[in-house]
């Protein structure tokens, strides 16, 4: 069985990237699925799920939860018992046995016993910019200034719910297998050479 595992920067291309490995190696691809599998165990909505697992409890303002006001208190009692299910789900998942490629929920933490290849995606921030605004949405009409502030307000969440998870820091080189920068590449460039190095190394042992 083999797992690689993508932690990525927002609009590194990170998630592109884990479609495409997986496309090409063959692999199964495991992304939105988890938020799915966790919001149903839960009996929640997908995307409270997300934005909980995504924001420190102590950053995030009261949500609407189940048409009634959930209390900070509420909702980080909820993150945790998320946290709890990712992990659970995440377990499944890498029990099935299958090659397969996992992006986010800081799934080479949580499988680090079934060692995973792990991968770190970024980009300098024109790039991430330039591509965050391919694929945003029509309706999104964000100054630069306003993007970045986006960009970095979710890489810094992110660095806040691994901190949550492990005594490493997000994006240190030293908690990854391989780091990925991909400014002025596009994805599908990238990914044959990252597939080569893959297979080359699981195929180490």
């Not at 992304?31 to 009996?43: C, K, L, V």
């Not at 945003?136 to 993007?147: C, H």
């Not at 994006?171 to 050479?193: C, F, H, M, Q």
Request: net charge positive.
């Amino acid at each position: 069985m083999r797992i690689i595992t993508i932690s990525r920067e927002f609009g590194s291309g990170g998630r592109e990237l884990g479609k495409r490995l997986a496309d090409q190696l063959n692999y199964r691809y495991y992304d939105r699925e988890i938020i799915t599998a966790i919001a149903r165990e839960s009996d929640l909505d997908s995307n409270y799920v997300e934005n909980a697992l995504e924001k420190p409890a102590w950053q995030l303002p009261t949500l609407t939860f189940r048409q009634s006001f959930a209390t900070p208190v509420l909702f980080q009692d909820t993150q945790v018992d998320l946290l709890t299910t990712q992990r659970k789900v995440l377990q499944r998942i890498a029990a099935k046995r299958e090659d397969c490629v996992i992006v986010g929920r800081n799934a080479d933490v949580i499988l680090r016993a079934y060692h995973p290849l792990s991968i770190f995606v970024c980009a300098d921030m024109e790039a991430k910019l330039i591509r965050c605004r391919e694929r945003a949405p029509q309706d999104e009409n964000l100054t630069d200034k306003q993007m970045i502030k986006k960009i970095k307000e979710i890489d810094k969440n992110r660095a806040k719910v691994r901190e949550m998870l492990t005594d490493e820091k997000w994006g240190d080189r030293r908690a990854y297998d391989l780091i990925v920068n991909t400014s002025g590449w596009k994805i599908k460039e990238l990914t044959p050479a990252i597939a080569d190095f893959a297979t080359r190394w699981f195929g180490r042992t």
